[in-house]
């Protein structure tokens, strides 16, 4: 055991350098963050586009800084620790360009608004935290019960999926709605809202039709006690 443990943990790193190298070198991304919230990037780029853009309140962009890094990480490990599988060129293509549109608008809107960081934004905050940690503790707990012998090829509908068939979908909507509350800026609502229509339409079909292909009777029978998205909802 001592032996396999050093091993896997190696595994582990390489995979989530892989990761970052994937998804365009996560150390530049955090500097990113860092130079237009921080350390007036934002000024540099709207003199470079003939706009005075002015930095917002500090607290606000503090705040946004730590959330976008968390939400990169928290990706990284879903995508290459938990799920384990890999991405190809097609998928990066569209999920590197969603994601950097979420940076720039979430960056852009909130780092220049220069209310107050009052109770909203705190609320927002709290639903970010509530959010990421639905996602990954959804997809924690399924790698964890995965990982045992007995449960290899069986359907998981413990946890959070008892009440969700797709919690790391609500956690994401959850975790942005905090997102733009903390921006307090209104066109930031176009996120979430793009989010639930690629999971109503698209994502959610898909997987649940894959679902069904994979465990057949098992998914049926889930399917029908257990809401798709919103528990009690939908």
């Known amino acids: 055991m001592n032996g396999k443990q050093p091993r896997r943990s190696l595994r582990t790193i390489r995979k989530i350098r892989r990761a970052a190298r994937c998804y365009g070198t996560g150390g530049w991304r955090v500097c990113g963050l860092a130079w237009l919230l921080l350390l007036g990037g934002i000024g540099f780029v709207g003199d470079w586009l003939g ?5 917002g309140d500090e607290a606000r962009r503090m705040c946004l800084a730590v959330m976008l890094t968390v939400y990169f990480v928290r990706l990284l490990l879903t995508q290459f620790v938990f799920l384990k599988r890999a991405v190809g060129w097609s998928e990066v293509g569209m999920i590197v360009p969603w994601v950097l549109f979420i940076y720039l608008l979430l960056v852009i809107a909130g780092g220049r608004n220069s209310a107050p960081f009052g109770v909203v934004a705190a609320i927002g905050a709290v639903l970010f935290v509530c959010g990421s940690w639905m996602n990954s503790y959804a997809e924690y707990a399924r790698n964890v019960w995965k990982r ?27 975790s942005f709605s905090g997102l733009c509350l903390v921006s307090g800026r209104w066109i930031t609502v176009v996120i979430p809202s793009i989010m639930l229509a690629g999971f109503v339409f698209a994502n959610i079909p898909m997987l649940d039709s894959h679902l069904h292909d994979h465990y057949g009777a098992a998914f049926d029978e889930y399917a029908a006690r257990t809401s798709k998205l919103i528990p009690f909802v939908y």
């Open 51 to 55: 706009r005075s853009w002015l930095l």
């Open 148 to 174: 045992q012998p007995q449960n290899h090829g069986c359907l998981y509908t413990l946890g959070l999926f008892r009440y969700s068939r797709h919690p790391n979908y609500l956690g994401d909507l959850i």
